[in-house]
């Protein structure tokens, strides 16, 4: 059986590839500007076509001098993504396949909340962690996402909403990949995507969720982002985290508790544990009872995703009553506690999906 949900196109030819302008932080944006012996101001006119007009030529950018304009073209590629698919839900949710210039492809899903727009971007082609639910380690790594390349991604669904006069108003770091693996780009992207030159979206309207690098989440804790913080913890003990997530056992389930612990302190925010609901396998009332006793007094919030059925992987979805029951369970303790609302469900809205059942059609 075949088990990479990777697609790389094997025709295309590996186009010539400038830098992407979307990469470069608003400071390193001023300093190359500074470089080429022009006026800083040329910066922010930059960010303002990139960001708020959202052009895609470097010819669209009218009051720059012509010279700068092709100097920029030289040096750097505009081009956002390439949709390959586009699929919206009966809720609207709306899930893309891009691809890259290399040929590999992304999936980023907008959803629509009572509160706003939402886009979940994808920071690496495939993933190594190898967490037994998840469609999207099938094929393992193949390369990690230039910033420029994640930030195009809100670029491409934000043109998407213009045309309804609508807004990205957060930012979730839970597509394919583990965010924390592919740190610098990251920590770029966040820059770039939070400036307010840029695309303006304010760091507490931006969630990051890691599957438990803990040196990275004590460089995360010390670089003084006012982000939201998630952690997918799925497992209240050593043992069943092992076996649901393999990472555990390069990180162990006491050690990222230690982490998590600096990560409060240092920053005084409140870290989200997401909580998958594996049928018969994380989701009894034992497990919610461990699960309080584990995060006791902890400054948290706990977000029970139902998980949906991963075709790949033998989990069963857990029964709706028991889903409130273990919400009760972990209330009883004080906790807090959400449900996350399912959404997309008619278009493979679980991460890894699409590009599974894409890849499926064309080896047909
Ligand atoms: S759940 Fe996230 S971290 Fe785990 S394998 Fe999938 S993409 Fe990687």
């Known amino acids: 059986m075949e088990h990479t949900s990777v697609i790389k196109r094997e025709n295309q030819q590996t186009k010539s590839h400038l830098p992407s302008i979307y990469s470069l932080t608003f400071e390193q944006l001023k300093n190359w500007i500074i470089e080429q012996g022009e006026k800083p101001f040329r910066a922010t006119q930059i960010y303002e076509w990139l960001y708020q007009k959202r052009v895609t030529h470097f010819s669209e950018m009218t009051n720059l001098p012509k010279a700068l304009r092709e100097k920029l073209s030289g040096h750097f590629d505009i081009t956002t993504l390439k949709t390959l698919v586009k699929q919206t839900s009966k809720d609207g949710t709306m899930k893309f396949l891009f691809e890259l210039h290399d040929g590999y492809s992304i999936e980023t899903v907008l959803m629509r909340h009572n509160y706003g727009n939402s886009i979940c971007v994808t920071t690496q082609v495939g993933c190594r962690i190898g967490c037994t639910f998840c469609a999207s380690t099938l094929g393992g790594l193949k390369r990690h996402l230039e910033a420029g390349e994640i930030v195009a991604q809100v670029v491409k669904v934000q043109k998407e909403l213009d045309e309804q006069n609508e807004r990205i108003s957060s930012i979730v770091v839970m597509g ?41 989440i004590y460089q995360f804790a010390d670089e003084g982002m006012q982000v939201n913080f998630a952690i997918s913890l ?59 006793e584990l995060i006791k007094g902890l400054k948290c919030h706990v977000n029970l995703i139902p998980v949906n059925y991963v075709p790949e992987r033998n989990y069963v979805r857990t029964p709706r009553e028991q889903i409130f029951a273990f919400e009760r369970a972990l209330k009883k ?9 399912e959404q997309g469900h008619d278009i493979d809205a679980a991460c890894g999906q699409l590009r599974a ?8």
Do not use: C, W
């Open 176 to 216: 394919i990949g583990e965010p924390f693996d592919n740190y610098d780009e990251l920590i770029k992207f966040l820059k770039i995507v939070n400036h307010a030159k840029g695309l303006n979206i304010g760091a507490r309207h931006i969630t990051v969720s890691t599957s438990g690098i803990i040196p990275k």
């Open 234 to 292: 799925h497992a209240p003990t050593t043992e069943l985290r092992t076996k649901l997530m393999p990472i555990n056992k390069a990180y162990p389930l006491p050690k990222l508790m230690d982490a998590v612990r600096y990560y409060i302190e240092k920053t005084g925010r409140r870290v989200t544990f997401e909580y998958g609901l594996f049928g018969g396998v994380n989701d009894q009332l034992e497990h919610a009872e461990q699960l309080a």
């Open 333 to 341: 303790h004080g906790i807090n506690v959400t449900i996350r609302r």
């Open 357 to 364: 059942k894409e890849r499926k059609e064309e080896t047909r």
